[in-house]
């Protein structure tokens, strides 16, 4: 059986409504696409079998709120009852409070194709640690799927599986999805609370909670909400932030009601910033603050109301902040939040707070996250790591971290936006939204002898040599203006998205790299004089390891950068690629440091050239 997905740990994807059409809202799966959802659904059984646990496996199954998700839910859930595994099924619910519910099973089936148009469809797998199996469990699982779908009989075996297993048999476990979903909100609730506020403790919980009620008394804020009919739609965001007195201001919040594109980027964030604009004239002027969440709701970029905009007359001075500029902001806040409670909530006196202080710290992100983040992480005395492009690897490559004693407070991927903040394995909007509000909220307090105990944003202009721009009434743009100045390339803009026809992308890489260096040695003294470029450097990454300054540019379907020094030995700019994971496409960025649209543009382009040259030399062989 052929069953044309995209394997990776990231995620199986592929279009799955009957047309084929990627942008078809039909909930039609079609015959093929059913027994390939039941084939996956035993594979995934077979592997947690196979681990020789004792009793019954539970497996939770969860979908967001595409069409197509019924109906590859219920094939994969006959072939898990078939396989003797107990399932608990949540129907709708986002990939975070799955993904934190798990913790009370075995393993989790999550279906979504996250941010792809509405005809794509995947799965998600992961065990009770609450995060996607690693790279190397995955591929132990790709290697089983694939084997069986070479198998000669097993159309005729999916068959068998869908007529032993009933759709009356199943109704008692349809009927107990009420009371698992409820049990599942009530657990994301309590995780994600421990999330923002860095502790399990209760009462420290609350005291970080008390902090921000408090300052939500002088400082109200409404909160602005395009849920996109995605699965958000029916988790906890309204209930968490009202508690605290936020005003949750919600629109497309019907589950499955997808108004428009799924990906949370600036293009798609206009009706959020146009929601802002209405509430801002209606006399609502505390709502500054918005986020979109994509589909499977884990990813959510924000949109906030720009007092710059404002006073230069702008039409709508909502604006969207870029994927690799939230990410930044969160880094930076919960670095400063991790300092600030050091120095206000200490319980074990003053030796324990100085060691805590002293503890080493580090960021894990991806390759073409922007070095933005390795300003920041100097600021705040901060290690910086980098693995290749998948939540799973960054996830593994902060684990290792803190098995070697660095305490890795926050990781993610800068160029796909969001952030994962520990102890949580996966990204999630809520956090990305609290990280912002603690740094509009925790602001400068006085101890009972007059001492002022700096807030988050004061510290970090403190720290990051900046401490000129902290004033007591600062808002969310001065915050901005405060964060590393760089230019970079959208990871949804059509220019970062190449088509490629060679298959060997190691090849590929080997062929750029000839002609890179062909350039440089001719263009030298130009790209010098127009860049201040002197030196370059390559890295690779694959999995969480990274290779800096190599010379072997081939490493697979891993992530190749060049960085770019000044004759200070200073880096300035990087170009990267890599072949998705996810999508049949080639993905290149340019970073480079200051407000600089047209060098970035430009070194794209070359960046560009170099790969279709690359590229067209394969096609040549071939012809």
């Given at each position: 059986m052929?069953?044309?997905?995209i ?19 039909t ?26 646990k ?5 497996v939770?199954v ?7 998700g019924?109906?590859?839910a219920?094939?994969?859930i ?11 099924y ?6 975070p ?9 075995d393993?989790?089936i999550?279906i979504?194709a ?7 469809n ?8 609450g ?7 995955s ?15 097993n159309?005729?075996h999916?068959w ?7 759709d009356s ?11 698992y ?11 994600i ?15 970080v909670?008390s902090?921000l ?6 400082r ?7 849920m996109?009919?995605s699965?958000?739609t029916?988790s ?6 009202e ?10 919040d019907?589950?499955?009601?997808i108004?428009h594109?799924i ?21 609502d ?9 994509d589909?499977?709701?884990d990813?959510g970029?924000?949109v906030?109301w720009?007092d ?10 909502a604006?969207p ?11 930076m ?6 300092i600030?409670k050091?120095?206000?909530?200490g ?10 202080m002293?503890?080493?710290k ?17 600021s705040?005395?901060?290690?910086l ?6 939540e ?6 902060a684990?290792k ?9 926050i ?10 903040t520990?102890?949580?394995?996966v990204r999630?909007?809520?956090a ?10 925790l ?10 105990k700096?807030g988050?944003?004061?510290?970090w202009c403190a720290k990051?040599g ?15 203006e405060s964060?590393?100045?760089?230019t970079t ?12 026809a ?6 590929l ?5 000839q ?31 990274e290779q800096?300054?190599t010379s ?12 770019f020094q ?11 690629m890599?072949p998705?994971?996810t999508?049949?496409?080639?993905r ?6 200051g ?12 960046e ?16």
């Amino acid at each position: 059986m052929h069953h044309n997905m995209i394997l990776s740990a990231s995620g199986w994807r592929k279009v799955f409504t009957e047309s084929g059409k990627e942008e078809d809202f039909t909930r039609s799966i079609g015959k093929p696409n059913t027994l390939i959802s039941v084939l996956i659904g035993e594979t995934f059984s077979e592997y947690l079998l196979e681990m020789g646990k004792t009793g019954k496996p539970v497996v939770i199954v969860g979908q967001d709120t595409r069409p197509t998700g019924n109906e590859i839910a219920k094939a994969i859930i006959k072939a898990l009852v078939y396989s003797g595994i107990d399932v608990h099924y949540l129907g709708i619910a986002a990939a975070p409070e799955i993904m934190a519910y798990a913790k009370t099973a075995d393993a989790f089936i999550y279906i979504s194709a996250s941010h792809n148009p509405v005809g794509h469809n995947g799965i998600k797998f992961g065990l009770s640690d609450g995060g996607v199996l690693s790279a190397e469990e995955s591929r132990k699982l790709i290697a089983a799927f694939e084997r069986k779908c070479e198998i000669y009989e097993n159309e005729a075996h999916a068959w068998e599986i869908l007529s032993c297993v009933s759709d009356s048999s199943l109704a008692p476990l349809y009927d107990a999805s009420r009371r698992y979903k409820e049990e599942s909100l009530r657990t994301y609730n309590s995780f994600i609370r421990e999330v923002i506020t860095g502790s399990a403790d209760a009462g420290e919980q609350e005291l970080v909670f008390s902090r921000l009620r408090n300052s939500l008394q002088d400082r109200p804020l409404t909160v602005v909400v395009d849920m996109n009919g995605s699965a958000r739609t029916c988790s906890i965001d309204r209930d968490l932030l009202e508690s605290l007195g936020i005003k949750f201001a919600a629109f497309n919040d019907t589950p499955g009601k997808i108004a428009h594109a799924i990906i949370p980027e600036p293009e798609n964030l206009a009706d959020c910033a146009f929601k802002m604009k209405l509430l801002q004239r209606g006399g609502d002027t505390n709502a500054i603050l918005g986020y979109m969440p994509d589909c499977d709701g884990d990813r959510g970029n924000i949109v906030f109301w720009s007092d710059r905009n404002q006073e230069e007359g702008e039409e709508n001075p909502a604006r969207p902040i870029p994927a690799q500029e939230v990410f930044a902001l969160c880094v930076m806040a919960e670095s400063a939040f991790s300092i600030w409670k050091d120095e206000n909530l200490g319980h074990g006196g003053l030796l324990q707070t100085i060691l805590a202080m002293q503890e080493p710290k580090a960021v894990a992100v991806n390759g073409p996250t922007s070095m933005r983040i390795d300003e920041i992480c100097g600021s705040l005395g901060m290690q910086l790591f980098r693995a290749e492009v998948g939540e799973a690897n960054v996830v593994q490559l902060a684990q290792k971290k803190r098995e070697a004693g660095y305490k890795v407070r926050i990781l993610g991927e800068g160029s796909n936006g969001g952030n994962i903040t520990y102890p949580s394995r996966v990204r999630d909007p809520l956090a990305t939204l609290f990280a912002i509000i603690k740094l509009l909220l925790l602001r400068d307090t006085k101890d009972k002898n007059g001492n002022v105990k700096k807030g988050l944003f004061h510290i970090w202009c403190a720290k990051s040599g900046q401490e000129y721009r902290y004033h007591d009434d600062f808002t969310l743009s001065d915050i901005l203006e405060s964060l590393p100045v760089y230019t970079t390339t959208g990871v949804s803009e059509s220019r970062a998205i190449l088509q490629v026809a060679t298959k060997d992308k190691g090849l590929l890489k080997e062929r750029f790299k000839q002609l890179f260096e062909e350039e440089w040695a001719l263009r030298k003294d130009e790209i010098e004089a127009i860049y201040g470029f002197t030196s370059y450097e390559a890295d690779t990454t694959n999995g969480t390891e990274e290779q800096k300054n190599t010379s072997n540019w081939n490493n697979g379907t891993g992530g190749l950068k060049i960085r770019f020094q000044d004759r200070q030995g200073e880096t300035k700019a990087f170009i990267w690629m890599r072949p998705s994971g996810t999508e049949p496409v080639f993905r290149v960025m340019c970073d480079i440091r200051g407000d600089e649209p047209s060098a970035e543009r430009s070194l794209l382009r070359w960046e560009v050239s170099l790969i279709r040259k690359a590229d067209a030399i394969e096609t040549d062989a071939a012809s």
